[in-house]
């Protein structure tokens, strides 16, 4: 087929055009280069999910945001494994990598304020006092940490401050022989005051201790009544009582259910310093 003079002359035009069609637009592949680059936004956290962390996972325990005048966040992560104690250091990089994880989330507007909480194995999130740290964005962040929920590195579980206890209060309780003639059941990291508290039996009798990370606490106790594995408080109107569960944590009840928990504590004193 021959071609007419007109389109012979409009053919080299034609493919001149097309050629500069099929030519990519520098500006647009460098636009979608970099936004092939750039980090995808992750699901927002919900409960029940977990994600490891260098020292071991961890779950969500609750999550809740909202927006009050500016958005905020409220979370809760529990330790998975009930063995785990943590340094201050590696407390402070969960809450920190948690805190950056959420601020990666997929929303419209990142949160002005947070306020996380880190809890031990075995605590139930919101009902529990017994969290191992806190840590609180507004204009700047600070971190609430119980150092007895700490890893304790002492070789001696015996190990306390020998020098005398300042601030202390009334002596309560029947005063016990020396603790090393008595049969520790076990001890606990108690949430408030820094202490640890202790189940003790001397003779036939059983005991609760709480001791300070002075020597000279820990001489008395107050009585327990035990039933096979329950420890109850003896003249508690709640119906008060302990049980120890097999993963170790020391749970609380009264007459209505489940109170809360303390994680197993290394020694019998607190550390050094313990808030």
Same mark, same amino acid.
């Not at 969960?94 to 994880?101: F, S, V």
């Given at each position: 087929?021959?071609?007419?003079?007109?389109?012979?002359?409009?053919?080299?035009?034609?493919?001149?055009?097309?050629?500069?069609?099929?030519?990519?637009?520098?500006?647009?592949?460098?636009?979608?280069?970099?936004?092939?680059?750039?980090?995808?936004?992750?699901?927002?956290?919900?409960?029940?999910?977990?994600?490891?962390?260098?020292?071991?996972?961890?779950?969500?325990?609750?999550?809740?945001?909202?927006?009050?005048?500016?958005?905020?966040?409220?979370?809760?992560?529990?330790?998975? #494994?009930?063995?785990?104690?943590?340094?201050?250091?590696?407390?402070?990089?969960?809450?920190?990598?948690?805190?950056?994880?959420?601020?990666?989330?997929?929303?419209?507007?990142?949160?002005?304020?947070?306020?996380?909480?880190?809890?031990?194995?075995?605590?139930?999130?919101?009902?529990?006092?017994?969290?191992?740290?806190?840590?609180?964005?507004?204009?700047?962040?600070?971190? /609430?940490?119980?150092?007895?929920?700490?890893? /304790?590195?002492?070789? /001696?579980?015996?190990?306390?401050?020998?020098?005398?206890?300042?601030?202390?209060?009334?002596?309560?309780?029947?005063?016990?022989?020396?603790?090393?003639?008595?049969?520790?059941?076990?001890?606990?990291?108690?949430?408030?005051?820094?202490?640890?508290?202790?189940?003790?039996?001397?003779?036939?009798?059983?005991?609760?201790?709480?001791?300070?990370?002075?020597?000279?606490?820990?001489?008395?106790?107050?009585?327990?009544?035990?039933?096979? #594995?329950?420890?109850?408080?003896? #003249?508690?109107?709640?119906?008060?009582?302990?049980?120890?569960?097999?993963?170790?944590?020391?749970?609380?009840? /009264?007459?209505?259910?489940?109170? #809360?928990?303390?994680?197993?504590?290394?020694?019998?004193?607190?550390?050094?310093?313990?808030?």
């Amino acid at each position: 087929m021959r071609l007419s003079p007109c389109a012979t002359l409009l053919l080299p035009l034609a493919l001149a055009l097309g050629a500069c069609g099929n030519k990519e637009n520098p500006a647009q592949t460098t636009r979608t280069a970099t936004a092939d680059q750039a980090p995808a936004c992750q699901h927002l956290l919900a409960r029940g999910d977990a994600f490891k962390l260098p020292f071991g996972e961890v779950e969500v325990a609750a999550y809740e945001e909202g927006s009050l005048g500016s958005p905020w966040i409220t979370a809760s992560f529990v330790l998975k #494994d009930f063995e785990l104690r943590l340094t201050e250091a590696e407390v402070r990089d969960a809450l920190a990598t948690t805190l950056e994880r959420i601020e990666k989330s997929c929303r419209q507007e990142s949160a002005e304020r947070a306020r996380l909480f880190l809890y031990p194995a075995g605590a139930i999130a919101g009902q529990s006092s017994a969290w191992i740290a806190r840590l609180e964005k507004d204009k700047g962040t600070d971190v /609430d940490m119980r150092r007895h929920f700490l890893k /304790d590195s002492r070789g /001696d579980r015996y190990a306390c401050l020998a020098e005398k206890e300042p601030g202390r209060s009334l002596d309560m309780g029947t005063r016990l022989p020396p603790v090393r003639q008595r049969e520790i059941v076990g001890t606990w990291a108690k949430p408030e005051f820094g202490l640890t508290m202790s189940i003790e039996r001397v003779g036939k009798k059983v005991y609760r201790v709480y001791r300070s990370a002075h020597c000279a606490s820990g001489d008395r106790g107050e009585r327990l009544r035990e039933n096979a #594995d329950h420890f109850y408080v003896v #003249d508690s109107s709640h119906g008060d009582y302990y049980q120890v569960q097999p993963s170790g944590e020391l749970v609380i009840f /009264d007459q209505e259910g489940r109170i #809360d928990m303390m994680p197993v504590h290394f020694a019998l004193h607190p550390i050094f310093g313990a808030e």
